[in-house]
């Protein structure tokens, strides 16, 4: 039976792009890419039916998609990635807000175990401490996955299971190459939250960077994945000292740092240059020179590995690749 990964390696395109034209989601696609995928469908002999497979394997058509904050754009993004797929195939997809705390998360997982689910992606990272609801989360999961359920991790986990991953590490560490390849030198890092293995990956590449390059790295600030963590840390930066320039370990807390710079009076790229990580919308609508990780793709990978999964088939780890995206927080120091 033809998957819609044989459709999109015919076309030439992402699993998530095939699965909007073939679902017919509203999402803009060029008539050019549209025709690809009809016609690559109709060579590998695809029909989506994934009601009637369902039926026939007796198998659950819920997706849980458990997500640390059901607002930020990086979580919605996924969402939207993997609900395109789950639609497609006939799944349906439940979004489950864990508001960033681990008991929730535990919660969500029992509830989706009791229906049962068909498969629980956590969008979100796990936590570098190892306290007791962490380790009932991973009894829980386990439990889950023992009774069939697919589990699949789109960050660092404590559990065992499929995991597609950014690299968090070199992700960081290229924007801050980048930084250092355009006359920065005294460069600045907002932290993510401290006990999440995403922030202290980011943090471990700016550090890379900074000291493969023979700089001091140790301007590096409290803050968070949030608007208002990048706030307070710019606000800080203004009392201390400007650095030239910011990397912010997410789009959310680099924006809120640019928009308290700019309304402080200071030159945002003329003065200081900012940077994020993850491309998401809002890092498009600001101009935010940032790393490009396809967050629908990674979320679409996620629900593809659940719903074309066999019940015998091993927990599978890939990559996604990222890309420096510049725009117009940042540009090249003046020579001095």
């Known amino acids: 039976m033809s998957s819609l990964t044989d459709v999109a390696r015919v076309a030439e395109v992402s699993v998530a792009t095939a699965s909007r034209v073939l679902s017919g989601s509203p999402h803009p696609v060029s008539e050019e890419t549209r025709n690809r995928v009809v016609s690559a469908a109709r060579t590998v002999g695809y029909t989506p039916n994934g009601i009637a497979r369902a039926l026939v394997t007796r198998r659950s058509t819920i997706i849980g998609v458990i997500v640390g904050d059901i607002v930020d754009p990086y979580f919605s993004e996924i969402t939207r990635g993997a609900d395109d797929i789950a639609r497609e195939y006939g799944f349906l997809t439940m979004v489950c807000n864990a508001d960033g705390q681990p008991d929730l998360e535990l919660a969500h997982v029992r509830a989706l175990h009791s229906f049962p689910a068909a498969g629980i992606i956590f969008a979100g990272s796990g936590r570098i401490s190892d306290s007791d609801v962490e380790r009932d989360l991973v009894e829980q999961v386990n439990r889950a996955a023992a009774a069939g359920t697919r589990v699949v991790a789109l960050a660092k986990r404590g559990f065992d299971s499929d995991r597609i991953l950014i690299d968090n590490v070199l992700a960081c560490r290229d924007i801050t190459r980048y930084l250092i390849s355009i006359g920065h030198r005294r460069i600045a890092f907002i932290e993510g939250p401290p006990d999440l293995h995403t922030s202290n990956d980011r943090r471990q590449g700016f550090e890379q960077a900074m000291s493969d390059a023979g700089l001091a790295s140790g ?80 979320g679409a990978a996620g629900a593809l590995a659940i719903v074309e999964a066999d019940a015998d088939s091993q927990a599978q780890v890939s990559a996604q690749e990222h890309e420096i995206v510049v725009r117009a927080t940042t540009a090249p120091r003046p020579a001095s």
Do not use: Y
């Open 219 to 298: 301007s590096t600030h409290r803050g968070g994945f949030s608007l208002e963590a990048g706030e307070s840390a710019a606000r800080r930066l203004l009392t201390e000292g400007l650095p030239d320039a910011i990397v912010a370990a997410n789009d959310e807390a680099a924006i809120g740092a640019l928009m308290t710079l700019r309304q402080a009076g200071v030159d945002v790229p003329g003065t200081v240059s900012i940077a994020g990580i993850d491309d998401t919308q809002p890092a498009r609508i600001v101009g935010l020179t940032t790393v490009r990780v396809r967050l629908d793709e990674l």
